[in-house]
């Protein structure tokens, strides 16, 4: 169904692979609306809890935004291609109900690792390389780096990052918590499969509840205090709830429905 996509289950798990190996899997306009729908039909499938995203091969994750397919943008052309991808792609990953891990498998660079920071965990293979080279091009980050780096490693190590367009090894993104493991290429599937699965064994209404909270935290103009205290208080009315209440007070593994 999807020509620059693989997409793959286990339990409730899905895989969505990007597939453009030997471009690195650049992200060209065609694989920015397979992932939005691929995104889209994972949130509407109510057998899939979890979304791991990874590229194929063992040399990239994504190697950016396609550059040969916006050599000749203009400014409006430049504007919209943003504009489209932060609401078609990135936004709708970050604000996604479902847990998204992004599974590194190699070279994150531009638009490929917007496409990490915008994933709500991200696992590297201790081969990967990361870092937003936009500069280099005469171009800024424009898939929400210079937010997302800012609030994910600070200001300062963010400013480093975009401004000299280097390269950081695995090692040095787990340093400064641009990652949250590194596994060797082997492990890293099994690596971010470990975490979802323990993430799928929580209700899924509260992961959805914590996922907006935590979001709010970085979105100007909005008390996240007052999202957590809104999310704490719809959680007492739900099924989940109950169930992870009594799952304790009877000394057994809660079974959540997501109600
Ligand atoms: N957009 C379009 N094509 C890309 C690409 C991108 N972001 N990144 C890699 N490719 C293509 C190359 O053009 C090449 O295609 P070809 O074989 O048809 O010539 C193929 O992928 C393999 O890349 P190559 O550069 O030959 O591999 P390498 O091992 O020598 O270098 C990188 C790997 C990642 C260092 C290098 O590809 C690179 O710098 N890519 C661009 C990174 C970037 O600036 N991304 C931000 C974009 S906003």
Redesign the pocket.
């Known amino acids: 169904m999807f020509q620059n996509l693989l997409i793959d289950y286990n339990g409730a798990i899905q895989h969505i692979i990007i597939n453009r190996e ?3 899997n ?1 992200l060209n306009k065609e694989t920015l609306a397979e992932l939005h729908t691929a995104i889209y039909d994972a949130l509407n499938n109510e057998r899939v809890g979890g979304i791991i995203i990874t590229g194929a091969g063992q ?2 994750f994504v ?7 916006f050599s000749s943008f203009d400014s409006v052309k430049g504007e919209k291609l943003a504009r489209d991808g932060h609401r078609l792609v990135f936004n709708q990953i970050e604000n996604s109900k479902k847990p998204v891990i992004a599974a590194i498998n190699g ?1 994150a ?4 690792l917007e496409l990490a920071l915008a994933c709500h965990i991200r696992i590297a293979s201790d081969n990967a390389k990361m870092g937003l ?2 500069v ?2 005469g ?1 800024i980050p424009g898939y929400g780096g210079t937010q997302r780096l800012s609030h994910l490693v600070g200001k300062g190590k963010a400013l480093e990052i975009i401004l000299t367009a280097d390269m950081i090894t695995a090692d040095e993104a787990l340093k400064i918590g641009l990652v949250n493991h590194v596994v060797s290429q082997d492990e890293l599937l099994t690596k971010a499969e470990e975490i979802m699965n323990k993430i799928l064994t929580r209700s899924p209404l509260a992961i959805e509840t914590a996922i907006t909270a935590v979001n709010a935290s970085t979105q100007t103009g909005v008390d996240g205090y007052e999202i957590e205290i809104a999310g704490f208080a719809k959680s007492f009315g739900t099924d989940d709830f109950k169930e992870g209440v009594s799952a304790f007070l009877e000394k057994r593994k809660p079974h959540f429905k997501g109600l």
């Not at 190697?63 to 397919?69: F, M, S, V």
């Not at 660079?109 to 490929?112: E, H, I, Q, V, Y």
């Open positions: 030997s471009k690195l650049a040399k990239a190697a950016g935004a396609d550059i040969a397919e070279f660079l531009g638009g490929g080279p936009e280099s091009l171009l």
